[in-house]
């Protein structure tokens, strides 16, 4: 099972930008869809943006032309670049990764929204 680590969370205003990072371990990372998810408090968690099998990127329409997903096979890592951020956004992010029916995610980093 491959093991994910986040990184990149934080506190930042309205209209700022942030990167998150996810650092997979083991082998076929390339063979993976990897994305990420969000969960707010008290609400279910949520698909942000991730690669298919296929390897296009997908987005929740909530984060359409603000967020963009993208990965390094080669540094086994996968990115959400985060811009235009607003309080709504604020939540614990996961990473995950997906390969022949087993899911397997991250501890989460946190990210707020806030003035």
């Known amino acids: 099972q491959v093991q994910l680590v986040e990184s990149g969370g934080g506190l930042v205003q309205p209209g700022g930008s942030l990167r998150l990072s996810c650092a997979a371990s083991g082998s076929e990372f390339s063979s993976y869809d990897m994305g990420w998810s969000r969960q707010a408090p008290g609400k279910q968690r949520e698909l942000v943006a991730g690669?298919?099998?296929?390897?296009?990127?997908n987005y929740a329409d909530s984060v359409k032309g603000r967020f963009t997903v993208s990965r390094d096979n080669a540094k086994n890592t996968v990115y959400l670049e985060m811009n235009s951020l607003k309080p709504e956004d604020t939540a614990v992010y996961y990473c995950?990764?997906?390969?022949?029916?087993?899911?397997?995610w991250g501890q989460g980093t946190q990210v707020t929204v806030s003035s």
């Open positions: 690669f298919s099998s296929g390897g296009n990127a």
């Open positions: 995950y990764a997906y390969l022949f029916g087993k899911m397997s």
